[in-house]
DNA sequence: TAATCTTTGCAATCGAGTTGCAGTAAAAGG
DNA sequence: CCTTTTACTGCAACTCGATTGCAAAGATTA
């Protein structure tokens, strides 16, 4: 695993307080976070500080967006090597129990063959039902 | 293609005049409607009744719910028999410049091998890029 | 150091979605 | 029919996640 300053400087982005501390807790975290969820973890950091961040870090694919239908948009931290191109797509769960979203990296996802002439660029696949501890 | 009246009918869904005026632009339209296409559309009927509509809809299959990112909850006319289960699954796909998402009925999808124990209800499952209309 | 650019915090705003409520219409009971 | 009950509709108000303007603070450059 890499450290916050790791990531940042591969992926060129500028290391500042509210950065690393915002890309820490992501990747403390098992599950995706939303922006409030990161707002209420770090007690003393503004909310649009937070919301600028995480826009910084998509932009940079230091982070990825999962809009997984609760309302909120949920985030997490790339795997290493990832670009958010069409070859990094994989699917979410997200679990109508306990409301935890995550990145199913060791689900492959198969080839889509779309209709002639469709250009695939990004996808959003998120896959809902009982997580294994939820479902018992 | 059967008519608005046949459809409420099956999925037991009382005929109003509300609901008749939006299915029949549901069934109009060849890409999803959010409530706001919708509204513009139906310039003398209320958005909070339409709202409701599209709620019973859903409840009742008549209609299915899209997340495509862009903001706002897109809705689609269930293909005839289909019952909003895992094998009723279909991607959709978001047309990045045209803003256009519509249900790709005609591609397969695969069945998702999931992690030991997770089950499967729903998925809301996107591809985005260029339709075919704008990949020139 | 001074000038310039970037990041941050705060408050205000936006907008899709949702709800309370009262009026209207439709269904049920007699 | 007429009355009672239930369902639907329209309007206005509200919720809440997301976003923005702006000025202060911090970092970078000349
Ligand atoms: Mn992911
Ligand atoms: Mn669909
Ligand atoms: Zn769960
Ligand atoms: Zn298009």
Redesign the interface.
Known sequence: MQTEEEILKIKKVKNTAVRTVVLRHLLSQEKAQSLKDIENALAYTDRSSIFRTLKTFEENKVIHSI???SGMTKYAVCAKGCNCDPKDLH?H?YC?NCDKTFC?F???I?K?????????????????????NC?K
Chains 1, 2 share one sequence.
Request: overall charge negative; proline content about 9%; some cysteine.
């Open positions: 809009e997984d239908g699917y769960f109508t199913l060791d689900v492959p198969p889509i063959q779309l209709p002639e002439n469709f250009k695939l660029k990004q996808a959003n696949m998120v896959v809902k039902g009982l997580c294994d479902n």
